[in-house]
């Protein structure tokens, strides 16, 4: 398994386009605003795609699912609690930021996300994890040593809770809880800056010590 990174949006969102080692099989994860050279990325290997994969639907990780839907035709996958947040700026934050972008909605996903989902992609499994607090509905997806956390947990920071839907004491748990049980050599690809893994943050993160 192979994850690109693409760095999208005046929010600098970590959008990941996962592809089998071998083959043409391929999804994203998070397509943020102005994907045009994911777009193009994913033309020119000649990938099929088989989804849009959400952590969460903060106007910032969906704003290029329109694109990516118009481009390639793939479903949306994205956990209930944030089922309408798509087609609703208010909610998905994008109405209350003029500075940075105009409203955003797009069609409801095709498909919802739970706690201990098994979601088959590309020839793999990856469990799906609810790790709620940025937001209710954000998940972290796990495959062997690979984890995309969304805004959960940051390299030494962790996820905004001041926005609607945010708990501070839900964000530690999910961490506390669930995502440091982990194994610490687990790598993490955030929704924002560099990665990580667990290991590390158990040790160092400022914010959620171990």
């Not at 998905?92 to 098994?118: F, I, M």
């Not at 050599?185 to 924002?192: A, D, E, I, K, T």
Request: charged fraction near 25%.
């Amino acid at each position: 398994m192979r994850i690109e990174t693409f760095t999208l949006g005046p929010l600098q969102t970590n959008c990941y386009l996962v592809t089998e080692d071998e083959g043409k099989r391929a999804f994203v994860v998070d397509p943020g605003m102005g994907p045009k050279r994911l777009i193009e990325r994913i033309r020119e290997r000649g990938l099929a795609m088989e989804a849009i994969v959400l952590t969460h639907a903060h106007f910032d990780h969906m704003g290029g699912v329109e694109e990516m839907r118009q481009a390639f035709g793939c479903p949306v996958y994205l956990h209930d609690e944030e089922a309408d947040w798509l087609e609703d700026a208010r909610k998905n934050g994008s109405a209350r930021w003029s500075d940075v972008t105009a409203p955003l909605t797009t069609a409801p996903a095709e498909y919802a996300l739970s706690e201990g989902q098994k979601l088959e992609l590309i020839g793999h499994t990856f469990r799906v994890m609810h790790t709620p607090g940025h937001s209710p509905g954000s998940v972290s997806l796990l495959c062997g040593g690979h984890l995309i956390s969304g805004d959960v947990l940051f390299k030494l920071s962790v996820g905004r809770t001041d926005l609607p839907g945010g708990k501070e004491r839900d964000l530690f748990d999910s961490i506390r809880t669930k995502l440091y049980k982990l194994d610490p050599s687990v790598r993490v690809y955030p929704g924002h800056g560099p990665q990580t893994t667990i290991g590390f943050e158990m040790a160092n993160n400022p914010y959620v010590p171990a």
